[in-house]
Nanobody, 122 residues
C-alpha cells in the first residue's frame, strides 16, 4: 500500500488542523492505521492508532485533543488535531500495517507516508 499524507501547515496555539492520509489499493480496510510524529534530533513517536474495527488508541500527550478516524470507502485516515500546542510542532507521518497486536511500536508498521509538517506558533 502507498500512503500520501497532507494537511499540515502553520497555525497558532489553540487552533485546529486536520491531517489526511490517502492510501492506494483495494485492501485499505484490512490495515491498522496510525500517525506518528518526529522533531529534529528525536525518535519518531507514536501519536494515535485505529484498528480495522475502528478501535482507537492515543498517546497520553494528545489524548482528549486529537481524534483519529478512517473512511474505508475513501481509503483515507484522518487526524483531527484540536487545541494545538507549540509542543505539537513536528513532521507527522501516517503508517500502516497488517500485523496483529500492533499498537505503538513503529518498527511493526511496514508502510509509511512521506510526512507533512505541522508548525504551531505561540
Amino acid at each position: 500500500v502507498q500512503l500520501q499524507a497532507s494537511g499540515g501547515g502553520l497555525v497558532q496555539a489553540g487552533d485546529s488542523l486536520r491531517l489526511s492520509c490517502a492510501a492506494s489499493g483495494r485492501t485499505f480496510s484490512t490495515y491498522v492505521m496510525a500517525w506518528f510524529r518526529q522533531t529534529p534530533g528525536k525518535e519518531r513517536a507514536f501519536v494515535a492508532r485505529i484498528a480495522k474495527s475502528g478501535i482507537t488508541y492515543y498517546a497520553d500527550s494528545v489524548k482528549g485533543r486529537f481524534t483519529i478516524s478512517r473512511d474505508n470507502a475513501q481509503n483515507t485516515v484522518y487526524l483531527q488535531m484540536n487545541s494545538l500546542k507549540v509542543d505539537d510542532t513536528a513532521v507527522y507521518y501516517c503508517a500502516a500495517t497488517q500485523r496483529l497486536g500492533v499498537t505503538t511500536d513503529l518498527a511493526k508498521y511496514d508502510y509509511w507516508g512521506q510526512g507533512t509538517q505541522v508548525t504551531v506558533s505561540s
